[in-house]
């Protein structure tokens, strides 16, 4: 059973930096990609950056040249560094993680929250 778990989240002052951890375990299978989504009360799950072996790293256009993805494949370990943060950045934020066999985010973590406020 693959397992993924979340750590690092906290409340930042506006213009703060936190840096998010996630590992996925247990799987039999080469990890495809691992992503971060985020959510807020009553609206819907929003992407906001992954790694794949196939295409890179990829971010959304709300956190492009703010949020760095990276990943440790060694440890299917992935990383969020999030810098100049802004109170709209306020969110539960999700790992998940693409085994190889299916391509597609089958596994996801519990998620953690990450409040921007002054």
């Not at 930096?17 to 039999?28: I, N």
């Not at 990829?58 to 703010?66: C, E, L, N, P, T």
């Not at 370990?77 to 993680?97: I, S």
């Not at 996801?108 to 921007?116: A, D, E, I, K, R």
């Amino acid at each position: 059973q693959v397992q993924v778990v979340e750590s690092g989240g906290g409340l930042v002052q506006p213009g703060g930096s936190l840096r998010l951890s996630c590992t996925a375990s247990g799987s039999a299978f080469k990890i495809f990609s691992m992503a971060w989504f985020r959510q807020t009360a009553g609206k819907q799950r929003e992407w906001v950056a992954l790694t794949s072996t196939l295409t890179g790293t990829q971010y959304a256009g709300s956190v492009k040249g703010r949020f760095t993805i990276s990943r440790d494949n060694a440890q299917d370990t992935t990383y969020l560094q999030m810098d100049d943060l802004r109170p709209e950045d306020t969110a539960v934020y999700y790992c998940a993680a693409a085994p190889d066999t299916t391509r597609t985010y089958d596994y996801w973590g519990q998620g953690t929250q990450v409040t921007v406020s002054s």
